[in-house]
């Protein structure tokens, strides 16, 4: 994959006339060119999860230890610049935290977040559209209620609400861990609906077809059918959904400890290292803040083009 | 028509009434309201002396009730940082949210329709194309981030802009603005861009994808073909055409946009209902976050309806039953 | 001879494309006189809709015109400006599309869209444009014109709105009409109402027609000459009478074949076998020749050129001079 590593920008800034002009336009060229913005995507994204499963060993120094933070080394610049220090390549923060390693440790907790709570948002969604598709009436209609109400709101709103209302239950008891969790179950909350509605659709689709009503004839249970047979039709969709929900899934995730309702200074996320940084930027330590945000950004963006290029690839009728 | 508003009226109230279930749950059972105000070595009895002067060991339907009651006349209870009405503090900070959001909203859509029609009529042009690469970029940078850039870029390096508040305020009555003083508008334009720029990408995109979709129909050819000038097909028969579906999906944004200020406000210290909500969640002030979501729900189901009822006096097809005759 | 209304000479339309320079229109001329309406037959794919968007220059890229001349009342139009061409159109060239619940913009009133139109083109009134607009409605048999002038499109049947677009199509006084196919979508009931008004119009007006159309029904009873069209070259062109009683072209003979008629209910329509070929597919010489049950060898090479034959135009090697045909 690392071939695939090419800066496309000749063509873009190529005026083309002509035949040649029409063939950059067409849509041939236009997919092939995608797909090896795709590509280096994929090794981007394949980068940002290596990065984050391997933080132990490529740090520096583990950042959620507070033993190893010396404040003589807090607010370091980047190593080219005049005042430098090694082994802090890019420089420290006002604990004496190297960047660096903060980044790749806030990776891990980012991307474990994300992960675990489109898992627990996919798990909800499927569960509850197969609840709605299969028993139909009531059931669907309530839950289809709920979902149609729940899609007005933005993630964020929800997902701060959750998070609000866990800290009050909570109360003291709310250590960095219990917190991830609760970070997972708001975002989990939050973006439940479209697994539920795709699933729905195409349960009530497929509970209707030949195969169905044959494997009921042989006395397969219900539920079986529903989960051997019909689930598998739904996961190429389900797939897109995912994907484009867990670059949805660490922006939110970011927001929430960005503001500050989210990982804790301790144990600091992406987003959290942003927050910290951002109150540095007027002293002029950029550094502090500049390089958690390139590493979210890029991601995102990353793991967005990845998205949309499974969904293209896939075509499955997405709303 | 009638028939349409009426049920699309009952619709909203339904929702209202279940914002309100959870907005009363949240009130009363996450925020055990006597913890938050008596101290720790208050006996047994006088809490349940406070729990019963305040209503709590009511059947919960009753408190539902007078809950429900309250919030009908804007009594959402007394907020436990400020120990002051809650209805007061959101009025308080409610111009300012407006204002960003109207601004914002304005922003995007000026911005999102040029930069649309643009890409949409010389689609081969650089400028075409960065506005593509931004588009992307906008939908993918969270908001938060796009923020800090900007503060870097005017308010450090630069110096142009504040990077935080909203300059000097006139009150106008009960409305305070920051809209009639240079320092207000020059404190207003960074978070109404950073809060407008996914809305703007949206508008582009759709103002984009519609306007080429609009341009092969048939009745721009005819246009053409009636020797109309270019700038009154592109501009008069296409845009108009094209701006149905936009004015919908920019006016359903519009409570986005509000509930996104959140992130926006914090970001630049703005001094709305936004920046209250998020103190709340770090604070644990439940009948804030009850009250805001409340708001929020109200905002968003008369968008909705207003869009709706908005829809059919733009699209005239959608205004008479006599539909499409054969 | 009074100088024809529209003149094409040798007409080619190309479209570039990724892999091919497909030729839709090659080599085409005719003549239309004033008052005159010539029809335009043949097969979807013929180029007889291309052909009326040439002239009234409509053909978007990648198509171009990439040779010939067009000549309207004796000044060249094809390669005008952008600007001069659009001048032309709808003041001195009227056109009329296929389908008119799609022509019209859903979202004005149709008086503000033939308003908009006369005043593109004259320097009427708002007011005055507005009374020419209602006289127009009037014209094209629209019933309480100064009422319907404020409606929406969708307020009209189907029949009712092509007599908006003709309307729209001729509030310029225009000195050729172009209708492309403008019967096709509507009722069988409305065709002979709108073909009877084209022809009344133009009769009127003393405005050329040209009536591009599959329905050689039509064509014989609204026309005055009829040009066929296969493969982007025009077959056989004449006055109607000869070409639809004594068709010359072996694919106009098909085609005359193809015609039902009331009285020979028990004789069954021929049909010519096979199907045009794509632009990307035209076989060399005569276009027809894979479908042709006179073809010989010679029209498998040489592309026949047009022969006169009395007051009609052929292009077929069967007519050529018997002596040269042997050699």
Known sequence: ?319 | MLAFTLRRFLQAIGVMLAVGVIAFAMFRFAGDPVNQIVSIDTSAAQRAEIRHSLGLDDPVLVQFGRYFINALQFKFGVSYQFRLPVSSLLAERLPATLELAICATLFAMVAGILMGVYSALRRDTILARLFQAVSLIGISLPTFLIGILLIYLFAVTLGWLPSFGRGEVVKLGWWSTGLLTVSGWKAIIMPAITLGLFQMTLIMRLVRAEMLEVLRTDYIRFARARGLTTRAIHFGHALKNTLVPVITVAGLQFGSVIAFSIITETVFQWPGMGLLFVQAVQNVDIPIMAAYLLMVSLIFVTINLVVDILYTVVDPRLRSPVGRAA | ?327
């Open chain 3, 1 to 327: 001879m009074t100088q024809p209304v529209l003149s094409v000479r040798n007409l080619e339309v190309e479209f570039v494309t990724r892999r091919a320079t497909l030729r839709a229109i090659n080599g085409v001329s005719f003549d239309i006189a004033k008052g005159e309406v010539l029809g335009v037959v043949g097969e979807s794919g013929a180029g007889k809709s291309v052909t009326g968007l040439a002239v009234i220059g409509l053909i978007d890229p990648p198509g171009r015109i990439s040779a010939g001349e067009i000549e309207l009342s004796g000044t060249r139009i094809d390669h005008l400006p952008p600007e001069e061409i659009r001048r032309v159109r709808g003041k001195r060239i009227g056109m009329i599309f296929q389908d008119p619940l799609t022509s019209l913009n859903p979202l004005y009133r149709i008086g503000d869209q033939i308003i908009e139109t006369i005043r593109t083109h004259t320097n009427l009134s708002e007011s005055a444009a507005r009374r020419r607009a209602i006289d127009l409605l009037a014209e094209v048999g629209i019933p309480a014109p100064e009422k319907r002038i404020d409606g929406y499109p969708h307020e009209f049947s189907g029949g009712m709105r092509q007599r908006v677009v003709i309307a729209l199509a001729i509030c310029a006084e225009p000195e050729l009409i172009i209708a492309d196919e403008p019967t096709t979508a509507l009722d069988v009931s409305v065709q002979a109402q709108i073909i009877a008004l084209i022809k009344r119009l133009g009769r009127d007006h003393g405005t050329a027609v040209m009536l591009v159309t599959h329905d050689m029904g039509v064509i014989a009873e609204t026309c005055d000459r009829v040009a066929v069209m296969y493969s982007g070259r025009i077959a056989e062109i004449g006055p109607v009478q000869e070409v639809v009683r004594n068709p010359l072209h072996p694919y106009a003979r098909g085609l005359m074949g193809a015609i039902p008629t009331l009285a020979g209910e028990d004789k069954r329509l021929v049909q010519i076998p096979g199907s045009m070929p794509r632009l990307s597919a035209i076989p060399p010489g005569c276009p027809f020749n894979p479908r042709c049950a006179f073809a010989f060898d010679r029209c498998r090479i040489e592309r026949p050129e047009p022969i006169r034959r009395g007051t009609q135009s052929v292009a077929c090697h069967l007519f050529e001079p018997a002596k040269e045909t042997a050699a």
């Open chain 1, 1 to 319: 994959m690392s071939d695939a590593v090419v800066p496309h920008r000749s063509e873009d800034h190529h005026a083309p006339t002509g035949w040649f002009k029409r063939a950059l336009d067409s849509d041939i060229f236009y997919s092939f060119r995608r797909s090896r913005l795709t590509m280096v995507a994929a090794a981007i994204t394949l980068t940002f999860f290596l990065l984050a499963i391997f933080a132990s060993w490529l740090a520096v120094q583990n950042p959620f230890d507070p033993a190893q933070l010396q404040l003589i080394n807090s607010r370091i610049a980047p190593l080219w610049t005049a005042d430098g220090q090694s082994p802090f390549l890019l420089g420290t923060d006002e604990q004496g935290r190297d960047v660096l390693s903060a980044i790749l440790y806030g990776l891990r907790i980012s991307l474990a977040v994300g992960i675990a709570g489109v898992v627990f948002a996919g798990a909800l969604g499927i569960a509850l559209g197969l609840i709605a598709g299969y028993f139909g009436g009531v059931v669907d209609s309530v839950i289809m209620r709920i979902a149609d109400v729940q899609l007005t709101f933005p993630a964020i709103l929800i997902a701060l609400l959750v998070n609000g209302v866990a800290k009050s239950l909570l109360g003291n008891r709310l250590d960095e861990m219990s917190t991830l969790g609760v970070l997972i179950i708001a975002i989990g909350l939050s973006f439940w609906v479209q697994y539920a509605r795709t699933v729905r659709g195409s349960v009530m689709v497929e509970k209707n077809k030949d195969y169905v009503a044959a494997a009921q004839l042989i006395g397969l249970p219900a539920p079986k059918i529903m989960l051997r047979h019909v689930l598998p039709n739904t996961m190429g969709p389900i797939l897109v959904i995912a994907t484009i929900n867990l670059a949805l899934a660490i922006i939110t995730e970011a927001t929430l400890s960005f503001l500050g309702a989210g990982m804790p200074d301790t144990m600091p996320s992406l987003g959290t290292l942003i927050r910290i940084g951002n109150n540095y930027l007027f002293a002029g330590e950029w550094w502090i803040v500049a390089f958690p945000g390139i590493a979210l950004a890029g991601l995102i963006l990353s793991i967005n083009l990845l998205g949309d290029w499974l969904r293209d690839a896939l075509n499955p009728k997405l709303r």
